[in-house]
């Protein structure tokens, strides 16, 4: 099994910066792509960012420009550095992290972590 935990929501004014961090753990061979999908009240799930194990990233419109992810491989762990934040940056983010384990693969969920945009 392989856990995933977030951290570094909160409450931020409008312009102002969060970093959320994610890490995953368990036996695993190896963490493939690792993300954030984001879900606003009333809205769906949408993937904001995501990094591959090489370094490749993909953003959603929305975030590029203003947030930056990244990875540290050897502990697992990747970061979402989001600026100039707005109020429609407002909603739940979750981490994912893709893993394999020989002929074996799944992709493992946080519980989510709250970040609210507001003056």
């Known amino acids: 099994q392989v856990q995933v935990v977030e951290s570094g929501g909160g409450l931020v004014q409008p312009g102002g910066s969060l970093r959320l961090s994610c890490a995953a753990s368990?036996?695993?061979?190896?963490?493939?792509?690792m993300g954030w999908y984001r879900q606003a009240p009333g809205k769906k799930r949408e993937l904001v960012a995501s990094?591959?194990?090489?370094?490749?990233?993909n953003y959603a419109e929305s975030a590029k420009g203003r947030f930056t992810i990244s990875r540290d491989n050897a502990k697992n762990t990747q970061y979402l550095q989001m600026n100039t934040l707005k109020p429609e940056d407002t909603g739940d983010y979750y981490c994912?992290?893709?893993?394999?384990?020989?002929?074996?693969?799944?992709?493992?969920w946080g519980q989510g972590i709250q970040v609210t945009v507001s003056s």
């Open positions: 994912y992290a893709e893993w394999s384990r020989g002929f074996n693969f799944g992709t493992s």
């Open positions: 368990g036996s695993v061979l190896s963490i493939n792509d």
């Open positions: 990094v591959t194990r090489g370094g490749s990233t």
